[in-house]
């Protein structure tokens, strides 16, 4: 099946930093990517839908510029989370759809990345 | 009301046994339905998609009851490789997916 990867898988960070983790759909064109944001024992909420090369469509209540969606090709989006804060630490999960045959009617999920924010 | 409903949970069956879960959705026009599974501190994986009529696949079996609007699964014979959060994920339409929080399944030896 398809593969999405997601770099990096976790990390630490000080709080008023900024960190940026990379999807990636490995071995397809991904025209949609949609980034989730998941707590614990709750459900995946989309943050964000990303379209290559236009700006992201951002859920209600999600702020763009904290979240920052780049879809700059069809096999890379990028979310940046800007002046991060204890409260932004979660299991950030992108999916992709891909752009001709199965792939199209299929979200790949990536293996996620957990943010901790100290 | 919530796009998509699930109960939480916990089910706690012995192996072999027989455990369905359901799933209610607000939106009528929805159109696409799946059945995903989580396990813990991993991605959602696609389980099966639901169709109009109804679809198998080995122990799972999955409904769609348009005019009540809800889908189920089904798992029989549970194995203990069964035990992860089983998420109901509905496409009104497009490309969002709304997910459902997940029904959690424990089965014990």
């Known amino acids: 099946g398809a593969v999405v990867s997601q770099h990096p898988s976790w990390v630490i960070c000080k709080s008023g930093t900024s960190v940026k983790i990379e999807c990636r759909s490995l071995d397809f064109q991904a025209t949609t990517m949609f980034w989730y944001r998941q707590f614990p024992k709750q459900s995946l909420m989309l943050m964000a839908t990303?379209?290559?090369?236009?700006?992201?469509?951002?859920e209600q209540g999600v702020e763009k510029d904290k979240f920052l969606i780049n879809h700059a090709s069809l096999t890379l989006s990028t979310l940046t989370v800007t002046s991060a804060h204890p409260e932004d630490s979660s299991f950030y999960i992108c999916s992709a759809r891909g752009t001709s045959g199965a792939s199209t009617d299929t979200q790949y999920f990536g293996p996620g990345t957990r943010l901790t924010v100290l | 009301r919530k796009e998509v409903e699930q109960d939480p949970g916990p089910f706690n069956v012995p192996e072999g046994a027989t455990v369905a879960f359901n799933c209610t959705y607000s939106?009528?026009?929805?159109?696409?339905f799946f059945w995903y599974r989580q396990d813990c501190r991993k991605e959602p994986k696609l389980l099966m998609s639901v169709y109009s009529s109804g679809n198998e696949d080995g122990r799972f079996t999955a409904q769609l009851n348009r005019a009540s609007q809800y889908i189920s699964l089904l798992i029989r014979d549970s194995k203990l490789s069964d035990s992860a959060t089983y998420l109901c994920?509905?496409?009104?339409?497009?490309?969002?997916?709304?997910f459902g929080a997940g029904t959690r399944l424990f089965v014990k030896a």
């Open positions: 939106n009528s026009a929805s159109q696409s």
């Open positions: 990303s379209n290559e090369g236009s700006k992201a469509t951002y």
């Open positions: 994920v509905v496409r009104p339409g497009g490309f969002k997916t709304i």
